[in-house]
């Protein structure tokens, strides 16, 4: 739920917040400044991108974005410019919110921020506080304050921690707010922007700043290949893994959260932050055995995944067709970066298994630009994408699939057989429709 602004108390303003990057938590951040009554001006490099944005059409799907990006610009306290040097001239705080992708080598690559860091630096007003949002290895505080060469200027670290599909909720319900820096007026005046959203404030240094986001998300892949090992234990021994980790997740120390299984783990962040931390860890001359095998975890994941769909669809005999539901990383956005369900079709079609695929927000011209060499076919529809299967497999929780019509789907398909690896279909209808494929053969 977003709180109305009315009910939010005053906000500390006057204060004027510059947002260097338009991505997921660059625009996130910069419409939820504006929704706490901040002066928010939101520079990107895509001159497209920011005639959309000040238009109000949002550049990426992600809930709740659009009116508040809209009520932003009806309100006069958000706008978006081309270029970080036309944005920070009049900030007290600028967050660098750029991407840092995985280079080749596993590390991130820091040149994006390196690059506007060192452009900023002659623009910006003496006493601004820059802000590290981006997730960045440790250091790079100190690299971000060499780069604007300014002993007027303090560099504060303050991780983000949202979700795609549920930023905009995750930056005004923060569980807590981590700012690090030695300049603790810096870190207070970071602090105050949150003030509004009344949680927890972390105030440590920078470094232990950085780490916290990487130490975060490490937790989080663990409880997740933990419960996909967990989900594989189930099948060969044939039990019911949603049931077992309902069990297990009711302790309160170990909580629901993050513990449903799936294909694997994705998405824009968990690898590249995992490579990271795993580098900094080997560097630091503490190598992090338990993150690595949570790594290998995954790779095997998406291999036995793989594998039974290529099993179950076999069943109907020569040339099997698999109807996949589902592209995205996970459910309510449209990004489509490390996503689980494109790894295990890439293994499925790669064993020479003919893919027809739906998903609710890539059509096939987008899939093609994405990855030219996936080679799966893109259905219109849900529906149309069993036509002729052997087996229908559920790769995304999107909540519509939830809803679709099990009856029509069993009629459509050759074999009737639907492996559901998020456990986002009604059980007893797939039983109901006979649809539940059959357990794993023991060797
Ligand atoms: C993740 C973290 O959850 C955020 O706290 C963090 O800020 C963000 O990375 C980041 O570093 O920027 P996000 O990548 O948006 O957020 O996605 P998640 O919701 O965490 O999902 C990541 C992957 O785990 C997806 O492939 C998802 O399908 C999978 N997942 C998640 C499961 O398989 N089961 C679950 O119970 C939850």
Not at 404 to 425: I, N, Y
């Amino acid at each position: 739920m977003v709180p109305e602004t009315s009910d939010l108390p005053p906000a500390v303003a006057p204060v004027e917040v510059a947002v260097i990057g338009a991505g997921y938590v660059g625009l996130t951040s910069a419409v939820c400044f504006a929704h706490l009554g901040l002066r928010v001006v939101c520079a990107d490099v895509d001159e497209k991108k920011v005639r959309a944005l000040a238009a109000g059409r949002p550049t990426h799907h992600e809930p709740e974005i659009e009116d508040l990006l809209r009520a932003g610009i009806d309100r006069g306290n958000l706008r978006f410019v081309v270029g970080a040097e036309a944005a920070v001239g009049d900030a007290d705080v600028v967050f660098l919110c750029l991407p840092t992708p995985m280079a080749d080598d596993g590390r991130p690559d820091l040149s994006y921020l390196t690059d506007v860091a060192t452009a900023i630096g002659p623009c910006l007003r003496p006493e601004t506080v820059v802000v590290d949002k981006s997730t960045v290895p440790v250091g790079t505080a100190t690299l971000v304050a060499d780069c604007l060469d300014r002993s007027d200027v303090t560099v504060v670290a303050n991780p983000e921690f949202l979700r795609e599909g549920q930023a905009v909720h995750d930056f005004l319900n923060p569980d807590r707010v981590v700012i690090g820096g030695d300049d603790h007026g810096a870190v207070d005046r970071v602090a105050a922007l949150y003030a509004p959203l009344g949680c927890p404030v972390v105030r440590t240094d920078a470094v232990s700043a950085e780490i916290t986001k990487y130490a975060a998300n490490a937790f989080l892949v663990t409880k997740l290949s933990f419960a996909n090992s967990v989900a594989a234990v189930c099948e060969a021994l044939g039990g019911d893994a949603h049931d077992v980790l309902l069990g297990v997740g009711y302790d309160h120390r170990v909580g629901h959260a993050h513990l449903r299984p799936g294909p694997g783990w994705g998405g824009s962040c968990f690898p590249k932050d995992v490579h990271a931390l795993l580098h900094l860890a080997h560097d630091a001359g503490e190598p992090f055995h338990l993150l690595q095998a949570v790594l290998d975890a995954n790779e095997s994941q998406f291999d036995r995944v793989a594998a039974r769909i290529v099993a179950l669809a076999s069943r109907g005999g020569q040339d099997p067709v698999v109807a996949a539901w589902g592209l995205t990383f996970k459910a309510d956005t449209d990004d489509l970066r490390e996503s689980p369900a494109i790894a295990v079709l890439r293994r499925v079609s790669a064993a020479g298994v003919r893919v027809q695929v739906y998903d609710p927000v890539t059509d096939a011209e987008r899939l093609a630009t994405f990855d030219p060499d996936l080679g799966v076919s893109v259905a219109s529809d849900a529906y149309a994408a069993c036509a002729g299967a052997d087996l229908l497999v559920v790769l995304t929780e999107w909540g519509e699939f939830a809803r679709l019509d099990l009856e029509r789907v069993a009629g459509m398909l050759r074999t009737p057989q639907v492996f559901d690896t998020r456990g986002v279909l009604d059980r007893s209808e797939l039983e109901r429709h006979r649809l539940l494929p059959p357990p794993l053969e023991r060797s």
